[in-house]
């Protein structure tokens, strides 16, 4: 086992370059009554052709910022900007963006055929042309087969194909996504992830998705902007924004986390020595925010990046001997619940290799962490 001190503290993601920028949100403030914010100064750049996940709970501004960039909403100050165009007084129809709602919004009374025809129609497409249009968009999502069927003969999964569908026919400059999957069981919304990601990268269209769900962001997004509060904590890869959180409500809104509390007894350059407000030892960790000796802070570890052993041989990097509590088999991997640090619930994640070795309820272990794999937080 390895848990030396070599991880490298790396800056986080930042927004694309100008030039780049063919969404741009510039100081965009929301506020329905006057006083309260739903969206705060937001600054932020989307390139052509990406997929762009807001990524936050309820009530965090997330789902605001898609609508004023659709039209349904308007910005109380700053300006939404495609490609180089001001769009704060262009009416909805006009900005050729395509839009998927949770609730399909599907016409009952037309058929699936009608139902895509219908924004081609209103843009006064020849017949011709509409047919086309829209034989290709049912091969696209693979419905041609059911084009004369009305939505209520459709399961879920294959109504929200169609609204997807809808959304492509007539060939946006964007399309936008609420919660699209949100209805649906979690085997047909996974299948689905992939099915729009798929198109996605087929066709190079720029897509803004909204989801309060972090797994379906991490699977499907190039980048994912983490809302809270109507401000962007973090942008950035989904691979950035697990393994190197900038701030506390990342690190515990992305993913699964242990959690230690302890005080700071020594700093070293990107690296801090904490004590555990247990007493049971101290933690050497990267040192994420402004910490100095004598300061509470919050411990952040991934399950999946603690070593478990039941050697009682003493590794380098941070080591604790701890007691099994439970353990859960779940397929790819072993959940080893330990009694270690001052907590009973420090959660491990054992990769299914085959062999769990000799780890059984109630026996000893040693568990260990690399200090570049464990981030300190200020505690407020």
């Not at 789902?63 to 009416?91: C, H, K, Y």
């Not at 797994?215 to 962007?232: C, H, K, P, Q, Y």
């Not at 080591?319 to 439970?326: D, N, P």
Request: proline content about 4%; aromatic content about 6%.
């Amino acid at each position: 086992m390895n848990w030396s001190n070599t991880a490298v503290n790396q800056e986080p993601e930042i927004s694309p370059s100008d030039s780049d920028s063919y969404v741009r949100y510039e100081n965009v403030q929301k506020t329905y009554d006057g006083d309260l914010l739903v969206v705060k100064n937001l600054n932020l750049d989307v390139p052509k052709g990406e997929f762009l996940t807001l990524l936050g709970p309820s009530g965090s501004g997330k789902t605001t910022t898609l609508m004023m960039l659709a039209g349904f909403e308007s910005p109380t100050r700053g300006q939404i900007l495609l490609d180089g165009r001001a769009l704060n007084r262009v009416p909805p129809h006009k900005r050729n963006i395509g839009m998927v709602f949770q609730n399909y919004a599907l016409f009952p009374h037309m058929s699936v055929e009608e139902n895509l025809a219908f924004p081609l129609k209103i843009r006064k497409i020849s017949e011709s042309e509409i047919a086309r249009k829209v034989t290709s968009a049912l091969d696209m999502v693979h419905l041609k087969q059911y084009a004369n069927r009305r939505p209520l003969q459709l399961s879920g999964g294959q109504q929200q194909r169609v609204a997807v569908a809808r959304a492509l026919v007539f060939e946006p400059a964007i399309v936008l996504m609420d919660e699209p999957l949100g209805a649906l069981d979690k085997k047909l919304r996974e299948e689905l992830q992939y099915e729009i990601k798929s198109l996605h990268d087929r066709l190079g269209i720029t897509m803004l998705y909204v989801t309060h769900d972090q797994s379906e962001a991490l699977t499907m997004s190039d980048r994912i902007a983490v809302f809270d509060d109507g401000e962007v904590q973090q942008c950035g890869s989904p691979k950035t924004l697990y393994e190197e959180p900038v701030n506390r409500f990342v690190a515990e809104f992305i993913g699964e986390n242990n959690r230690l509390e302890g005080r700071v007894t020594e700093v070293d350059d990107d690296y801090c020595t904490v004590s555990l407000a247990s007493g049971e030892g101290e933690v050497r960790a990267l040192r994420v925010d402004s910490l100095s000796a004598g300061d509470a802070c919050l411990l952040s570890l991934r399950p999946e990046h603690i070593q478990l052993s039941a050697s009682s041989s003493d590794p380098a990097g941070n080591s604790f001997e701890g007691q099994v509590q439970g353990l859960l088999f779940q397929g790819d991997h072993l959940r080893a619940r330990v009694s270690a640090c001052g907590t009973d619930s420090l959660i491990i994640k054992i990769p299914n290799t085959g062999d769990f070795g000799s780890l059984v309820s109630d026996g000893k272990v040693r568990v260990g962490w690399s200090a570049g794999l464990c981030r300190a937080f200020a505690d407020s």
